[in-house]
């Protein structure tokens, strides 16, 4: 990192450890992507592998409605964040309109999020790549990755790809197929991501 972090950036990732954690033990209730009507297979690009948006989703937890996309913020901060709120109050999504996602998640309880953190392309320190939502016998990962022509394009990037499949996870090298392969970190503490800052090359 260039800089220390500001009081805001140092909130907002340690808001973002507590809200995975307050997820554990309730059900995801509603999932919404936001879609042009000529949007095919709830994707904007085809991607066998996954579903390619460039908008946010929602994420409708125990009545709470949650932001799940991309956001920036201070001089620093680039990757996956979870805010209050619904996509509309935080980006412009044209005349997209809300579609309901039939996730395999939805309605089951979560046992488990991890948040997978990668090396900032801006900086020395770390930004959360992916997160990761588990069921006893399902899953949904978002990444901040891009894909064309099923290939990723760019790994750090405002659009967001949805995967739900072993074979996507794996052909991508996302969560946990990316810990020791392709930079992915997983950390279970703000001190314990700034302590592990220190010492990126």
């Given at each position: 990192m260039t800089e220390p972090w500001t009081i805001e950036?140092?909130?907002?990732?340690?808001?973002?450890?507590r809200t995975c954690l307050t997820f554990v033990g309730q059900k995801i209730e509603q999932?919404?992507?936001?879609?042009?009507?000529?949007?095919?297979?709830f994707t904007e690009q085809p991607n066998?592998?996954?579903?390619s948006l460039l908008n946010a989703i929602e994420i409708?937890?125990?009545?709470?409605?949650?932001?799940?996309?991309?956001?920036?913020?201070?001089k620093?901060?680039?990757?996956?964040?979870?805010?209050?709120?619904?996509?509309t109050d935080f980006e412009n999504v044209e005349d997209k309109k809300p579609v309901v996602y039939p996730s395999e998640i939805v309605g089951r309880q979560i046992t488990n999020t991890v948040i997978y953190w990668?090396?900032?392309?801006?900086?020395?320190?770390?930004?959360?790549?992916?997160?990761?939502?588990?069921?006893e016998s399902s899953f949904l990962i978002c990444s901040a990755i891009e894909v064309n022509?099923?290939?990723?394009?760019c790994p750090l990037t405002d659009e967001i790809l949805i995967v739900e499949n072993e074979l996507g996870l794996k052909k991508f090298r996302l969560g946990e197929y990316?810990?020791?392969?392709?930079?992915?970190?997983?950390?279970?503490?703000?001190?314990?991501?700034?302590?592990?800052?220190?010492?990126?090359s």
């Amino acid at each position: 990192m260039t800089e220390p972090w500001t009081i805001e950036e140092t909130n907002e990732y340690d808001k973002l450890f507590r809200t995975c954690l307050t997820f554990v033990g309730q059900k995801i209730e509603q999932i919404f992507f936001y879609l042009d009507e000529d949007d095919i297979d709830f994707t904007e690009q085809p991607n066998e592998y996954g579903k390619s948006l460039l908008n946010a989703i929602e994420i409708k937890i125990s009545g709470q409605t949650y932001c799940l996309g991309n956001f920036f913020f201070g001089k620093n901060y680039n990757g996956l964040n979870i805010l209050v709120g619904k996509t509309t109050d935080f980006e412009n999504v044209e005349d997209k309109k809300p579609v309901v996602y039939p996730s395999e998640i939805v309605g089951r309880q979560i046992t488990n999020t991890v948040i997978y953190w990668t090396k900032s392309n801006w900086g020395k320190y770390f930004v959360p790549q992916e997160i990761e939502f588990r069921t006893e016998s399902s899953f949904l990962i978002c990444s901040a990755i891009e894909v064309n022509n099923g290939e990723v394009n760019c790994p750090l990037t405002d659009e967001i790809l949805i995967v739900e499949n072993e074979l996507g996870l794996k052909k991508f090298r996302l969560g946990e197929y990316g810990i020791g392969k392709n930079e992915r970190y997983v950390f279970d503490s703000l001190g314990e991501l700034l302590e592990n800052e220190k010492n990126i090359s």
